[in-house]
């Protein structure tokens, strides 16, 4: 099947959800997030959005998201949750979507990177919900381990780095791959009800882990 060209230019000349510090998405693209903590980047990044965030996960997982802990970052009670039943679903949910232009925020939970042919069909009805829907959705894709979904706008890798005491929570998070913007590594930290990003050496060595960052603690 062919797929229409892209026509986006630079991402710089899009407007950009705001996160905190240095971390800005795109609108109207796809992201990808890998890592332990990737659940975790989305849930601060769904605080920063507003209306209902959708949130598709496979029905045959085995973790979901916890209601309690996803109050640190967002009001659970904006939360869509979506099962499909079937691996191909997954996508197909995330593109009508963002198509759609219905929501600020679509994440999908996928079991392993998608190839260049989907990312672009999820590009395509991003824009397309950009310019015809009430909002410039954001699609996020959560993949394992190192990722590597082929054309995305940009990946960021999340890892818990908490520190010692039970109050020092904090992560790290990398931008390995950017349209408009080099790789760089940050140590996040919440920092009055929000978060704040420091930025690190790419080779520096981060806290040691001493909290685990499972799916249903975010």
């Given at each position: 099947?062919?797929?229409?060209?892209l026509?986006?230019?630079?991402?710089?000349?899009?407007?950009l959800?705001e996160?905190?510090?240095?971390?800005?998405?795109?609108?109207?693209?796809?992201?990808?997030f890998?890592g332990?903590?990737?659940?975790?980047?989305?849930?601060?990044?769904?605080?920063?959005?507003?209306?209902?965030?959708?949130?598709?996960?496979?029905?045959?997982?085995?973790?979901?998201?916890?209601?309690?802990?996803?109050?640190?970052?967002?009001?659970?009670?904006?939360?869509?949750?979506?099962?499909?039943?079937?691996?191909e679903?997954?996508?197909?949910?995330?593109?009508?979507?963002?198509?759609?232009?219905?929501?600020?925020?679509?994440?999908?939970?996928?079991?392993?990177?998608?190839?260049?042919?989907?990312?672009?069909?999820?590009?395509?009805a991003?824009?397309?919900?950009?310019?015809?829907?009430?909002?410039?959705?954001?699609?996020?894709?959560?993949?394992?381990?190192?990722?590597?979904?082929?054309?995305?706008?940009?990946?960021?890798?999340?890892?818990?780095?908490?520190?010692p005491?039970d109050?020092?929570?904090?992560w790290t998070?990398?931008?390995?791959?950017?349209?408009?913007?080099?790789?760089?590594?940050?140590?996040?930290?919440?920092?009055?009800?929000?978060?704040?990003?420091?930025?690190?050496?790419?080779?520096?060595?981060?806290?040691?882990?001493?909290?685990?960052?499972?799916a249903?603690?975010?």
């Amino acid at each position: 099947m062919t797929v229409p060209t892209l026509s986006h230019g630079l991402s710089r000349s899009r407007p950009l959800l705001e996160v905190t510090g240095e971390l800005a998405l795109a609108k109207g693209r796809v992201h990808e997030f890998c890592g332990p903590a990737r659940r975790t980047l989305a849930a601060v990044v769904a605080g920063r959005t507003a209306g209902p965030v959708l949130w598709i996960v496979p029905a045959w997982a085995p973790e979901r998201l916890n209601p309690e802990a996803l109050l640190r970052f967002f009001d659970p009670g904006r939360l869509m949750l979506v099962e499909p039943a079937r691996g191909e679903d997954l996508l197909w949910c995330m593109e009508e979507a963002l198509r759609a232009g219905a929501v600020a925020l679509a994440v999908a939970e996928l079991p392993a990177p998608p190839g260049l042919t989907p990312v672009r069909r999820l590009h395509l009805a991003a824009e397309t919900g950009a310019g015809e829907g009430q909002a410039a959705p954001v699609g996020l894709i959560l993949t394992p381990g190192a990722g590597g979904a082929r054309g995305v706008e940009s990946r960021w890798h999340a890892a818990p780095a908490h520190g010692p005491g039970d109050g020092d929570e904090g992560w790290t998070i990398e931008r390995r791959l950017a349209r408009a913007a080099p790789p760089a590594r940050w140590r996040m930290v919440g920092r009055g009800g929000g978060f704040a990003l420091t930025r690190m050496a790419r080779g520096a060595a981060a806290p040691d882990i001493r909290r685990s960052e499972a799916a249903g603690h975010c």
